[in-house]
């Protein structure tokens, strides 16, 4: 998970006026959880007009430039600064461990499960009986497994689906299409395993 603080300077310019540039800074703070709270990492980067000038790595533990400026006006002044360099390196226990147990319940711990159907679509490019397909709508988190079936045997691996979709709102989709056409009196199914099932 990241958290990012975003600052962009300068005025829109007044009626009339012609824009002469944009100038854009931008501060990231970033929490690394690696497997849960058991290994966390802060990273805290600065960036002008997107070029990263100077960050500092929890698990370096100083200032490193990026560029012969940041390191001459921002690493060096900053890491010679015995309170804040302090500060900083508690960052990953005294904000990032902390935040870990605000945000989790609904980011970790989320589980939206899917909406399950089955339609049959025509087919555009040749006539016929067009094929079965499975929609599997509106789950969280991303990872999910489609398996069909055909009368009680499970259909092979080899699948026609998209990727899974992510729609923007902290959930996805993915369509899983039968290949062959159906034939009269089987019964098609598709299985979903998730893990909020
Ligand atoms: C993840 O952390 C738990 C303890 O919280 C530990 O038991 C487990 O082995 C760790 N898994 C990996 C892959 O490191």
């Not at 959930?171 to 598709?190: D, F």
Request: charged letters at 20%; one cysteine or more; glycine letters at 6%.
């Amino acid at each position: 998970a990241v958290l990012a603080v975003l600052v962009v300077l300068g005025a829109p310019p007044a009626a009339g006026e012609e824009l002469s540039g944009v100038f854009q800074h931008l501060t990231m703070y970033e929490c690394h959880f690696i497997n849960g709270t058991e290994r966390v990492r802060f990273v805290d980067r600065y960036i002008y007009n997107r070029e990263q000038y100077v960050h500092f790595d929890s698990d370096v533990g100083v200032y490193v430039g990026d560029t012969p400026y940041g390191e001459e006006m921002w690493a060096r002044p900053r890491n010679r600064d015995k309170q804040f360099m302090k500060r900083m390196r508690a960052v990953a226990d005294t904000v990032c461990r902390h935040n870990y147990e605000l945000v989790t319940p609904f980011s970790v711990e989320r589980r939206v499960p899917p909406s399950v159907s089955i339609s049959l679509v025509p087919s555009s490019s040749q006539p016929g009986p067009g094929r079965l397909l499975c929609s599997v709508m509106d789950f969280y988190p991303a990872p999910v497994q489609v398996r069909r079936f055909q009368d009680g045997q499970e259909l092979p691996e080899h699948v026609v689906a998209t990727d899974v979709v992510p729609n923007g709102d902290w959930t996805y989709q993915v369509l899983v299409l039968l290949e062959s056409p159906p034939r009269r009196g089987v019964t098609y199914s598709c299985q979903v395993e998730h893990v909020s099932l």
